[in-house]
Structure formats: structure tokens, C-alpha cells
């Protein structure tokens, strides 16, 4: 049921409606039905799928995943159905959610992110795209794009070219100035701009003298790199002027909250999903008990002016 307090966290972003600000994060919620047992995933802002690209992929062999502390490092390797398999047997379950549906989308060369779009464009349900040009573990495309801002320009012009779906660029932290991308993607055409991407970490187990993972080399995500990223959405956040997402170690409403005040229109809840499930639900409600012991009457007016 809806109840007056709902208005609090309406937001509008490129030109839709958001029932909420509190999505969930690429490639933590893999395509919506895996959480559907647990609660009602129509309650959620919106619904961020895993990276699709054009031929299914079975990702890096394991070991995939490590626990590092407050956080975990991952290199799963872009693991997906492809494509053509989201949109026969995924697309129709999210398409019936009463949620926003945000598709990312990767690949290892420009072209493929086109093919990928071209193929998306065409189908009913889909709310935006999130182009991945930020995954740090894949050999080509991901990170090798969104490092550099011709690549990062040049996709995500092409995308938007080829797409009739707002097109919302997602960054990655590992590169030397974040907004000298940001500025770049917003002058290829992009709607939006989430942020972060993991942070490229490695973690060697001494016994055996190896590397944790299988990859060598993985993605940090959780708490530990929430300051990272809230530096960088406040940084981004000044730099352009299209609305910027904010992710990265998002656990509770406070930890929302600090996004939110350095800028960001919504959040994204990614490894925070693996811990408790609920954590999203969570901060709706947290979010809008903020607003009305603050007398904001909407989240939009909780941005704060953090100088000096
Ligand atoms: C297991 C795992 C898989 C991920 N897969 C993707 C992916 O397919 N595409 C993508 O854009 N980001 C992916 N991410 C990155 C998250 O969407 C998010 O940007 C990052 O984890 C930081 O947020 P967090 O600290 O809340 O997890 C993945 C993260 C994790 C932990």
C-alpha cells in the first residue's frame, strides 16, 4: 500500500520516475528472480542485472571470491547468459516486477557494445542501460575503456547512438582522475553516471605460495572501499552536470546517507546484498524516517554543501 511518506524518496532521473533511490548493484543480484524468494523486489528502486554481452561467457574458473577485511575481492570473469538468452528467458520475469529494470551491459571491443544495445533496443521493458567501462577483470574492454577518455567518450557515443534507452556510464576508480572520465562520458552523451566499480586488490595465500584467486588479480568491494568512493561521487558530483549514482560499501542508511550528501540522486546496494539481503529495504524505510526527522520533503533536498 502506498502511504504519503512514499513521496519522500520519489526522485526523477532522465526523465523517469523512481518509486525509490535505493537500487541494487550490478552483478550482486544477479537478474532479480535469485532474491524474489526472500522479499518483494518490487519494493526496490530499481533492479541493476548482471553485465550482459553478446555470447553467453562462463567467467574465470574458481576460486572466484576471497574475504578480505570489510570487504571481499572478487574476479569472476563477466559470467552471463549473453544476450540473446537474457532477453528469452530473463527480460519477460523482470519485465512483470513493478521496478525499474536497468540493464548493464559490457564487452571486449566498442562493436560489441553496439551489437549488445542494437539487440536490447529492440525489446519492451528495459528502463536504462549501464555501460560497464569499468570491470577490472577481463584482458579487453571493461577497465582498458573506461581508463581512457577518447575510449570512454567514443562508447559511450556509440551506445547512446544506438539505443533508445537512457544511458547512465559506469566508472571505474582506477584510473588517476576520475573526473577527467566523468567529463568524458558526460560529452559522449550520457544521461547518467554510477560510480564505483571494485578497486583492483590481490590477496596471495603464503601456504601455497599462489594467488588467492584463479585470476590473479581481483575487484575489492564492500565497506572497505566506501570512502573511496564517496570522495569520488562528491568529486564527480562537482565535475558534470548530468545526476550521479553512487555505489560502493553501502550497508545501511548512514552509509547511504553519506552519498547522498556528497551528491549522488540514488545508490546502489551491491555486496551489501550478500551480508543481509534485506540491507535495501532497510534503507527505504531508514531513508524516509531521515527525511521526516529532518523535515526534508524529499531525498533530493538532503545534498549537502561539504566545502571547507
Ligand atoms: C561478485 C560481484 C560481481 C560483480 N559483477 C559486476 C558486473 O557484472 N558488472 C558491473 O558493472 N559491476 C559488477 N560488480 C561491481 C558492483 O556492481 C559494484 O560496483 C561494486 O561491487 C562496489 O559496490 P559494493 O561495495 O556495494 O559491492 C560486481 C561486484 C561483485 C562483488
Known sequence: MADRSDQLLKIKLFGKQFKNPVWVASGTFGYGEEYAELYDVSKL???VTKSITLEPRQGHPPPRVVETPSGMLNAIGLQNVGVDNF??????YL???KTRVIVNIAGSSINEYVKVTERLSRKRGIDALEVNISCPNVKTGGIEIGADPKRALKTIAMVKKASRFAVIAKLSPNVTDITVIARAVEDGGADAISLINTIA????DVDKRRPALSNVTGG???PAI???AVAMVYKVARSVDIPVIGIGGIMNTDDA???FLAGAKAIQVGT??????????????GLKRYCKRNKFSNISKVAADLEG
Open 201 to 204: 586488490g590481490m590477496v596471495i
Open 45 to 47: 528502486g530499481a533492479i
Open 220 to 222: 575489492l568491494s564492500g
Open 87 to 92: 532477453v528469452k528467458d530473463k527480460l519477460p
Open 257 to 259: 546517507l553519506q552519498f
Open 95 to 97: 519485465r512483470k516486477l
Open 226 to 228: 566506501r570512502p573511496v
Open 272 to 285: 551489501g546484498n550478500f551480508i543481509n539481503p534485506r540491507a535495501p529495504l532497510e534503507i527505504i524505510a
